[in-house]
């Protein structure tokens, strides 16, 4: 598979899903990709947030900077910003 089928089917996964934040194995899961090459993405694209809290089992979150605009309101994503409290 190509890195960008690869690239394709992890956006796919995030955007798709009805949740805002996704780990690294519930995107594994949903697109087909092994969790190694996930993480490997999520760790080197610029088009991947990933959410300064973790899930309660600890796992760090991800999603990607178009779903994160449109399901966060301009305040909330102005004082992450400022505060860098969602993107590390």
């Known amino acids: 598979m ?3 089928e690869v690239k394709g089917k992890i956006i796919a996964a995030i955007n798709d899903s009805k949740y ?4 690294a194995q519930g995107i ?3 697109s087909g990709i092994e ?3 996930v ?4 760790g080197t694209a610029d088009t991947i947030v990933q959410a300064r809290n973790t899930n309660t089992k600890g796992e760090p979150l991800f999603t ?5 605009r449109k399901s966060t309101g301009l ?14």
């Open 2 to 4: 190509s890195d960008v």
């Open 20 to 23: 805002k934040w996704r780990t």
């Open 28 to 30: 594994a899961k949903s």
């Open 35 to 37: 969790v190694g090459e």
């Open 39 to 42: 993480m490997e993405y999520l």
């Open 64 to 68: 990607t900077t178009d779903k994160y």
């Open 75 to 88: 305040a909330s994503r102005v004082l992450s910003a400022i505060t860098n409290k969602v993107a590390e």
